[in-house]
């Protein structure tokens, strides 16, 4: 019986060096994955009536980390993570990391509207709004009274015309 004891003593103490590493590498991962954010507010109006429009369908994608994880060539690994929103009232709020290395760009689709899509830079100063007319596109700098909140003045399509 005594033979028995060290074995078992040697894979408990395994065990808990197992059990601790997995906690220290869960509250690496939570603090690195919560970092800092600060809000932005996207207000999504119609370019003649500056009314809200409803029902605008966002795509944001948001660099994550500028190593270069696309040449690994992993389908499931890549430097750009996206997520899809609907803002139903015309308003919607969404998170921005503060790293100033960081990539964003968010997608403004809405039905019977030519779509936009608005782009963060690196240092959060190179901020444009992309709108699109048809077949043309021109950019402007977004509208707004402060960093935290960016108007899209989104144009409505012509009847029967890119329907």
């Known amino acids: 019986m005594n033979s028995d004891t060290p074995t078992k003593s040697r894979s408990r103490r395994k065990t808990w060096i197992a059990v601790l590493c997995a906690i220290a590498l869960t ?3 939570v603090m690195l994955a919560r970092r800092p954010r600060e809000m932005v ?5 119609n370019r003649s009536t500056q009314t809200p429009v409803t ?3 966002l795509v944001i994608a948001d660099k994550w980390t500028t190593l270069p994880v696309d040449k ?3 389908p ?3 430097g750009w993570r996206t997520q899809q929103m609907v ?4 308003t919607i709020k969404i998170p921005v990391r503060r790293k100033v290395d960081r990539l964003l760009t968010v997608t403004f689709e809405a039905a019977r509207y030519h779509g936009a899509t608005f782009s963060l830079g690196p240092g959060q100063s190179a901020r444009s709004i992309h709108y699109k007319r048809g077949e043309e596109t021109y950019w402007d700098p977004p509208l707004g009274t402060n960093k935290e909140e960016v ?3 989104l144009c409505r399509k012509l009847a029967g015309l890119g329907e």
Do not use: S
């Open 41 to 45: 507010t996207f207000r999504i109006i």
């Open 76 to 78: 499931f690994l890549t």
């Open 55 to 57: 029902d605008v369908h």
């Open 27 to 29: 509250v690496l991962f």
């Open 87 to 90: 803002a139903a009232t015309g």
């Open 151 to 153: 108007v899209v003045e």
């Open 72 to 74: 690994l060539g992993l």
